[in-house]
């Protein structure tokens, strides 16, 4: 299966950011003051402010060749 884009909620919209770009080194594909897209591989990841009153909470995984894992780790 190919997941050209992916959409997340999240109340925690400027530290999701600084992971992913900063920590991660994500390219930043757009922003703006309520979400924040990434590429990854050849897919999308857009994150967008929740309401107030929602925590949401996901939990997913990259695939990482195992010729790349030490790469990947640092």
């Known amino acids: 299966m190919i ?3 992916a959409v997340l909620y999240t109340h925690l ?3 999701m950011k600084d992971f992913y770009v900063n ?3 994500f390219p ?3 922003a703006s003051p309520r ?3 990434i ?3 050849e897919s999308e990841l857009t994150f967008k402010a929740s ?3 929602t925590k949401p909470f996901y939990h997913f995984a990259f695939n990482v ?3 790349r894992f030490m790469e990947a780790k640092q």
Do not use: C, E, R
Request: aromatic letters at 4%.
């Open 3 to 5: 997941i050209n884009q």
């Open 13 to 15: 919209l400027d530290t």
């Open 23 to 25: 920590s991660l080194d």
């Open 28 to 30: 930043l594909t757009a």
């Open 35 to 37: 979400s924040f897209s």
């Open 39 to 41: 590429k990854v591989g």
């Open 51 to 53: 309401s107030l009153h």
């Open 65 to 67: 060749p195992a010729n």
